[in-house]
């Protein structure tokens, strides 16, 4: 964002502590508050009638949350949850809207990041359908680790297993190979990558794919 961008904001913005699993904007609802995260991270998440729920992307330190919807003037498509819970910058929706009207660089952004987003999903969506449940849970480690800044995660099995659309057995046995290959370490609800190298020798194709992809929005 450029300079003139973020002192046009920054008033505006209130830092705030996002808890863990904290729903910030609900599906259905118009995207009142964006959020920026710094430590935090949250995931978009689609739930089913049936009790099942699925992660279709996530948002860390190099984006905003709600931003298609914002962008859109539409309702939100999706639960916006707190995956990891710390820091994030909060402003208010129209805010950034007023913002954008002012500055044809920051909306160029915003819309170049939400080409990101939609690859990011699709490749998310392929990959849980391609890839085995180990490489894909090295990739969401990595990725947490590139958009938070930290290496230990207050998680679950059971959160895991949602935001990757697997059981929670599948999740344990993914969690044992990762601990054997020397990549990580689990102990009392808190994971933490201890290798980065071996983590990313487990990690699948699409990892590189969005990372690069990334680094050119």
Known sequence: MRPDDQAALRPSMKLRHLPLRDVVTEAGQPVEIVYFPVTAD????????????????????????????????????????????????????????????????????LLGLTHFNQIEAAQNAVCNTSHMIVPRIA????????????????????????????RRTTVNAAWQSLRDAGAIRHSRGVITIIDRDRLQDQVCECYAALKWRSSTV
């Open 139 to 166: 990739r969401w480690l990595l990725t947490l680790q590139d958009r938070t800044g930290g290496d230990a995660f207050a998680v679950t099995q059971e959160d895991v297993a949602v935001l990757v659309s697997a």
């Open 42 to 109: 949250l995931a978009n998440v689609i739930r089913f009638s049936d009790g099942r729920s699925g992660m279709a992307t996530n948002v860390g330190r190099e984006g905003v949350s709600g931003l298609a919807a914002f962008l859109a003037d539409e309702p939100c498509g999706w639960d916006i949850q707190v995956q990891i819970e710390g820091a994030a910058w909060a402003l208010e929706s129209r805010v950034l809207r007023r913002q954008i009207k002012a500055s044809q660089p920051l909306l160029r952004l």
